[in-house]
């Protein structure tokens, strides 16, 4: 099992910049994709960003340029910078971890994220 807990969350007002963490626990061997997802009240659960084992990103259309997401797997930690944040950012940020060989995923708490115009 995996044990993942997300942190960085809270309000801040349009423009500013956040950076979330996700921190994975327990049997961290195997971890292959990490991703960030959000919902926001009444929508679909969307991703963020992934990053895989090697590094490689990938964004949703509506953050690319404003977030970045990066990995340190010494720490088995993932971070979401996230920059020049906007109301439509507001959401509960979720992080999902992946095993490589099985594709068995887990998933976090969540953390909310409030972005005020």
């Known amino acids: 099992q995996v044990q993942v807990v997300e942190s960085g969350g809270g309000s801040v007002q349009a423009g500013g910049s956040l950076r979330l963490s996700c921190a994975a626990s327990g049997s961290t061997s195997n971890i292959g994709d990490i991703g960030w997802y959000r919902q926001a009240p009444g929508k679909q659960r969307e991703l963020v960003a992934s990053?895989?084992?090697?590094?490689?990103?990938n964004y949703g259309d509506s953050v690319k340029g404003r977030f970045t997401i990066s990995r340190d797997n010494a720490k088995n930690t993932v971070y979401l910078q996230m920059n020049s944040l906007k109301p439509e950012d507001t959401a509960v940020y979720y992080c999902n971890i992946r095993r490589t060989y099985s594709g068995v995923t887990y998933w976090g708490q969540g953390t909310q994220v409030t972005v005020s115009s």
């Open positions: 990053i895989s084992s090697v590094g490689t990103t």
